[in-house]
C-alpha cells in the first residue's frame, strides 16, 4: 500500500480543495493563505503546492506519464494562449512559495525553472527561482538540472550558462552552508554535468573551463569525473589547439587519479605529453610509497626487536598470503607503468633526433620540409618538457646530457 503523502493527508482534512480550486488560481491563493495564517508548517505548505501545481501542469511532474486531473477536458486553442497561461501559473506559484530554505523540493523548483525558461517569465520570477535553487543545489539531480536552452542567442543545447549562474551562487553562501558533504555533492554534480555537456561540439572552450573551475580543487576527493570531462570534450572537439589543451589538463591534479584513470591517461593520445608524464610519475610514486609501506610492515614483524615492541596481534596465514598477492600486484602495475614509462621515452628519442638532423641540415644552409617554424618550436617544446620531468628510472636522455663546464669556470 503506497503512504500517503503529506499533500493528500492535509487534503482529507480540508476537503474543500476540489477541482474548481485546483483550476481556479485565484480561489486556490486565497485558500492557501487562509492556511498560513493559522500557523502551518512550511514544509507542509511546500508539499501542498508542488502536489497540485502537478494537476495544474504535467511538466512539474515527476512522473512523465502523469496528465491532468481525469475528469477535466481539454479545450482546443492556440500555442500562444498556452504558453500565457502556463506563465501566469508559474509566476502565480513563485509569488506563493514559503520563504524557507528547504520547504520546497530542488528538483521541483529545477522542474519549475524549466518551464519557466520555456514560457519566458519575467526576469524578477526567474532570479527568485535561481536563487532558492542555488541554497540546496546539493540535492539536485543530474536528470533536473539538464535544461535545454530556449534561447535563440544560445547555440549549445544545454543552458550551460544557467548551470554556471546556479553554481555561482552556491559558491557565494555562506563558508558554513558551501562546505563538507554538500560541496562534494556539488563538485560530483558539476563534473558529471560537464561530462554530458561535452558531447555538444558548440560547447566552447571558454565556457566548459569557467565552468569547471568555478568549483574548488579541494572539493574533488578524486579527480577522475573531471578527467573524463575533460578527455569527453576533447573527444567532440578535436580542433582544440595545443595550448587549450594544456589549460584543460592544468584543471586535473594528477595525484588524485585513480589507477584506472591513470593507465587510461598515460595511452590517451589526446593529451600532451606533460600531462603522461606528470600522470605516471604521479602514479609511480603512489605505487612505491604503497610498497615500502608493505615492506615496512614485514620488516617490523620479522624484526628482532618485536619483542620490545608493544604487543600486537599476529598475522595469520591467510593475512600474510593477501598482502603477499597484494605486493605482486602493486610490482605487476610498477612494471606497466614502467613500460608505458620507456615507450614515451622512446617517442621524444624519435623527437630528439629529428631535432638533431634538422639542425644539421641548417648548419650547412640546406633548406628542409618539416613544415613551418612554429611547428619545429612545438616540438622542441615538448622535448624539453619531456627531459625536465623527473622519472626515477635510468634513461638514454639523462646519461647523455652533459653539465656545462664554462658554468663552473665563471664562479
Known amino acids: 500500500m503506497e503512504k500517503p503523502t503529506l499533500a493528500t493527508h492535509f487534503e482529507s482534512q480540508f476537503c474543500w480543495f ?57 479545450s482546443p486553442e492556440s500555442v500562444t494562449t498556452s504558453w500565457m497561461k502556463k506563465r501566469f501559473f508559474v509566476e502565480t506559484l513563485v509569488g506563493i512559495l514559503p520563504p524557507e530554505k528547504e520547504s520546497i523540493p530542488c528538483n521541483f523548483l529545477l522542474r519549475l525553472l524549466r518551464v519557466a525558461s520555456m514560457v519566458r517569465v519575467e526576469p524578477a520570477y526567474r532570479a527568485e527561482l535561481e536563487k532558492r535553487i542555488s541554497w540546496q543545489l546539493d540535492q ?17 543545447l544545454l543552458d550551460v550558462e544557467l548551470v554556471h549562474r546556479l553554481v555561482r551562487g552556491f559558491m557565494n553562501l555562506d563558508e558554513a552552508v558551501r562546505s563538507g558533504a554538500a560541496l562534494v555533492k556539488v563538485a560530483k554534480l558539476v563534473d558529471c554535468y560537464l561530462a554530458e555537456a561535452a558531447v555538444d561540439s558548440n560547447l566552447t572552450f571558454s565556457e566548459f573551463v569557467a565552468l569547471a573551475s568555478e568549483v574548488p580543487g579541494h572539493a574533488r576527493a578524486m579527480d577522475d569525473g573531471l578527467y573524463r570531462a575533460i578527455d569527453t570534450y576533447l573527444k567532440a572537439h578535436p580542433g582544440v589547439s595545443k595550448k587549450e589543451r594544456n589549460r584543460l589538463c592544468k584543471l586535473i591534479d594528477s595525484r588524485k587519479l585513480s589507477l584506472e584513470a591513470s593507465l587510461h591517461a598515460a595511452q590517451n593520445d589526446r593529451l600532451p605529453v606533460r600531462t603522461v608524464v606528470q600522470v605516471l610519475f604521479s602514479e609511480q610514486n603512489k605505487l612505491n610509497k604503497q610498497i615500502l609501506d608493505f615492506s615496512g610492515s614485514f620488516s617490523g614483524i620479522l624484526s628482532p626487536n618485536t619483542a620490545l615492541d608493544a604487543p600486537a596481534r599476529c598475522l595469520s596465514k591467510r593475512e600474510i598470503n593477501v598482502q603477499q598477492m597484494e ?26 633526433e629529428k631535432k638533431k638532423g634538422f639542425l644539421v641540415w641548417k648548419k650547412f644552409g640546406i633548406p628542409t620540409l618539416r613544415g613551418n617554424k612554429n611547428e619545429d618550436v612545438e616540438r622542441e617544446a615538448e622535448v624539453a618538457i619531456g627531459l625536465k620531468t623527473p622519472l626515477q628510472m635510468k634513461t638514454r636522455l639523462v646519461k647523455t646530457r652533459t653539465p656545462n663546464k664554462w658554468r663552473k669556470s665563471l664562479s
Not at 53 to 63: F, I, N, R, V
Not at 140 to 156: D, G, K, Q
Open 140 to 156: 539536485a539531480s543530474l536528470r533536473e538540472l539538464m535544461i535545454p536552452s530556449f534561447s535563440h542567442t544560445s547555440t549549445t
Open 18 to 74: 476540489d477541482d474548481v480550486c485546483i483550476l481556479d488560481m485565484d480561489h486556490f491563493v486565497k485558500r492557501l493563505s487562509s492556511i498560513k495564517e493559522k500557523g502551518v508548517r512550511p514544509d507542509l505548505i511546500g508539499s501542498i503546492i508542488t502536489h497540485y501545481a502537478s494537476k495544474w501542469l504535467p511538466d512539474l511532474s515527476d512522473d512523465d506519464g502523469k496528465k491532468m486531473i481525469a475528469n477535466v477536458e481539454e
Open 327 to 352: 605486493i605482486k600486484r602493486l610490482k605487476e602495475d610498477v612494471l606497466r607503468l614502467q613500460s608505458h614509462c620507456m615507450a614515451l621515452e622512446g617517442k621524444i628519442d624519435k623527437l630528439t
